[in-house]
């Protein structure tokens, strides 16, 4: 049997059955739908409070561009750098 015709089968087979189940059903036809919904929202990324980093995907897509932008112009902290200023944080809040 096709899913069309499964589709076409079950209001036929939900008038047949006791109330409880088709609750059942629904619980979880809707639960499926949810998280069906949930994936199709993309992952933009959130703060320490929870609250999105970004107000869309198109957002994120420039703020990342202009991060790679500034990469490629070299502005950025090598990993010998952040070591070396690292060492400070510890000896800024020990004082």
Do not use: C
């Amino acid at each position: 049997m096709s899913t069309v015709e499964m589709k076409a089968e079950i209001p036929l087979l939900l008038e047949q059955v006791e109330d409880n189940f088709v609750e059942a059903i629904h619980t979880l036809l809707k639960t499926h739908t949810v998280v069906k919904q949930e994936e199709e929202i993309p992952l933009i990324g959130y703060d320490m409070e929870g609250n999105p980093l970004f107000d869309s995907v198109e957002e994120m897509l420039e703020e990342y561009g202009r991060r790679v932008e500034a990469m490629e112009r070299g502005e950025y902290v090598t990993l010998e750098e952040l070591k070396k200023e690292s060492l400070t944080w510890r000896k800024k809040h020990t004082a």
